[in-house]
């Protein structure tokens, strides 16, 4: 199983940025999908969640409103829209794979003027 995220970058505050994870090596389409991230000093924390069967998605209260997760079985790919960012959602982001406790290697987001 791989992860492999791509679409990370230095971005003013207020910005957006859409985060892309391509998953080869399992049926991508019948699982549940999350994103996660980790701060200089802080744990890692999910951000992100969307079910495999209904689609349906969860958020916490630092992202809901700005962020949003979505996939594209046909592509294995599952995507983070990040709107109006700030400098507190500078982190490494991660994807996850949580029935089989699989992560990619991590994107870094940061955001500052």
């Known amino acids: 199983v791989q992860l492999v995220e791509s679409g990370g970058d230095l971005v003013q505050p207020g910005e957006s940025l859409r985060l892309s994870c391509v998953v080869s090596?399992?049926?991508?389409?019948?699982?549940?999908m999350s994103w996660h991230r980790q701060a200089p000093g802080k744990e890692r924390e999910m951000v992100a969640t969307?079910?495999?069967?209904?689609?349906?998605?969860w958020y916490p209260d630092s992202v809901r409103g700005r962020f949003t997760i979505s996939r594209d079985n046909a592509k294995n790919t599952v995507y983070l829209q990040m709107n109006n960012l700030k400098p507190e959602d500078t982190a490494v982001y991660y994807c996850?794979?949580?029935?089989?406790?699989?992560w990619g290697q991590g994107t870094q987001v940061t955001v500052s003027s």
């Open positions: 996850y794979v949580p029935y089989i406790n699989h």
């Open positions: 090596g399992l049926p991508f389409s019948r699982y549940g």
């Open positions: 969307i079910n495999s069967v209904t689609n349906s998605t």
